[in-house]
């Protein structure tokens, strides 16, 4: 099963509010599929949104297929994350991580690999993509704290200039460089294989016991809502259809289109941060 998958061109259904979500979510515990969309309010930008960047991140096929590729993989991931990593929890994050806390919410499936989530509280979280913050040796399987991997670039690296345009920071962390800045390439401490951090690129398959503990929260959940994703990823659609399939209510919030808006039982053309922090306390509400 490939990672991408075509856009359909749907138009969002309109009319619904937030009151309309809560009404379908009312009585019932809902797991929560986020995307890209939920982390552009801490600063970190949409792969598809409005003056997100042109080109696709690296994919899996490139990063293995040479230690150039590698090395320019790791000069604008090292970059990037000097910004990357003190991005903070927005107010979608926090009211999820609310909702979750309050009895209201299973759990959160998320594509990102920013780790906003964990930051916000959300203590039931399943890393679809995994997390930016670590790091493996594809030879041997050791793996790293991102932090560590940093502190050996930058003592192999001294002197190496440090500034990242506040436009060019990708989803992943990534940035945009020159091709010929001189630069050591981190490697494995014990065999010195190549390194990559422990999530998905593209064109690499999510694990299969990753989907399934996804599965399984949505099997434990009552409705599904899915913030700030166009479900581009089929790994994210699948879980709609399963939703779907079972008659769930699927609530979808996001900006523009998104290939579950002919299924979806109500649908929120808007931002995640107001339209969760809305979500939740109407659904208090509506308890109280």
């Not at 969309?37 to 690296?58: F, L, V």
């Amino acid at each position: 099963m490939s990672l991408l998958a075509p856009v359909n061109s749907l138009v969002p259904a309109t009319g619904h509010t937030i009151e309309d979500a809560a009404s379908v979510l009312e009585g019932r515990r809902m797991c929560v599929l986020t995307g890209a969309g939920i982390s552009t309010d801490s600063g970190i930008p949409d792969y598809r949104g409005e003056g997100a960047p042109k080109n696709h991140p690296m994919s899996f096929t490139e990063f293995v297929s040479s230690p150039e590729r590698q090395r320019r993989y790791w000069i604008g991931a090292h970059l990037g994350w000097q910004r990357f990593h003190r991005a903070a929890p927005n107010d979608g994050h926090l009211a999820v991580a609310e909702m979750e806390a309050e009895g209201r919410a299973s759990g959160v499936i998320t594509q990102n690999v920013d780790g906003l989530h964990h930051d916000a509280g959300s203590r039931r979280v399943v890393d679809l993509h995994g997390r930016l913050d670590r790091v493996r040796c594809l030879a041997c399987g050791q793996s790293y704290a991102r932090s560590a991997v940093e502190r050996q670039i930058a003592e192999q690296n001294r002197g190496f200039t440090e500034v990242v345009s506040e436009d060019s920071v990708r989803p992943d962390g990534d940035v945009e460089v020159p091709a010929d800045i001189e630069f050591v390439t981190p490697r494995c401490d014990l065999c010195q294989g190549a390194l990559k951090p422990e999530v998905v690129f593209f064109g690499e398959f999510v694990p299969g016991s990753v989907f399934a503990h996804a599965r399984a929260l949505l099997d434990q959940s009552d409705a599904l809502v899915v913030a700030g994703s166009s479900l581009v990823v089929n790994t994210g659609m699948r879980l709609v259809t399963l939703a779907n399939k079972r008659r769930l209510p699927i609530v979808v919030i996001n900006r523009g289109p998104t290939r579950a808006d002919q299924v979806a039982t109500v649908r929120i053309e808007g931002g995640t941060s107001e339209s969760l922090r809305g979500l939740r306390l109407a659904v208090r509400d509506l308890i109280a």
